[in-house]
């Protein structure tokens, strides 16, 4: 059976990426995750290939025109985009993989993969998440205005979303993203199995009651 692709996205600072690297941490055998492209300068104490896989404006431009990119988009100025091959071969593998991205390339992805499942992560405020963006300290306050601004767009995409979780209690927030990452997973199973299996198991019934 293919893996489950996984979309994780959420406001700027609303902690996704501490839940994302939580749930690699307690179930490392569940998830992979794939490392997006970006043109945005690295963080102080970001690591070339384990966050993101740095690049120039250029570079990046380049990596869009030989399809190197399932997806990719503009956000504050900077591009972000999920190389392609990564995506294909892990899902391949039967392994279930996590995109933490933003919301046009989540619509993206559920273009390309429907049975991908979507999820939100919502801060339980607004000051909160103010909050969070401050106390992080990477940003500068007006970079911060600008994801608050982006913030109120991405509200608007929400409802596409297949699940939407409150990232208040943070253990709360992550048992809950497991299990309904699980009960996915298994609905898709239960599906699959439907329609195929079962399908031929009925037919052979009706067939054998009309002989
Ligand atoms: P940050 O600069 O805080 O690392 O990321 C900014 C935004 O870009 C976040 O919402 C993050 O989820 C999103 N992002 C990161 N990688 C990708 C990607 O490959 N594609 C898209 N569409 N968004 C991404």
């Known amino acids: 059976m293919q893996g489950l692709l996984i979309v ?17 941490d307690r179930y490392p055998d569940a998830f ?26 250029q570079e990046f431009r380049c990596m869009i025109e030989d399809g190197e990119l399932l997806e990719y988009a503009k956000y504050n100025g900077n591009y972000y985009g999920t190389p392609k091959a990564f995506v294909y071969d ?13 919301v046009t390339g989540g619509m993206n992805i559920k273009r390309i993969f429907p049975d991908a499942f979507l999820v939100y992560v919502l801060p339980p405020s607004a000051a909160e998440l ?22 109120v767009e991405e509200t608007d995409c929400i409802r596409n ?10 253990e709360t927030c992550l048992e809950e993203l497991y299990r309904m990452i699980c009960m996915y997973r298994q609905s ?17 019934i009706t067939r054998t009651e009309e002989e």
Do not use: C, Q, W
């Open 8 to 24: 994780i996205s959420g406001f700027s600072g609303v902690g996704k990426g501490t839940l994302i690297n939580a749930l690699l």
């Open 32 to 57: 992979r995750l794939s490392v997006s492209a970006t043109s945005r300068a690295p963080r102080e104490g970001e690591t070339e290939g384990v966050e993101y896989f740095f690049k120039t404006e």
């Open 90 to 102: 892990t899902l391949e593998r039967g392994r279930n993989l996590i995109l933490e991205i933003e």
């Open 130 to 151: 103010k909050r969070r963006l401050v106390n992080r300290g990477t940003e500068t306050m007006e970079e911060i205005g600008r994801r608050l601004a982006r913030a």
């Open 161 to 170: 979303y297949d699940y939407v979780t409150v990232n208040d209690d943070f």
């Open 188 to 204: 898709m199973h239960n599906r699959a199995r439907f329609s195929e299996e079962l399908k031929k198991e009925l037919e052979d």
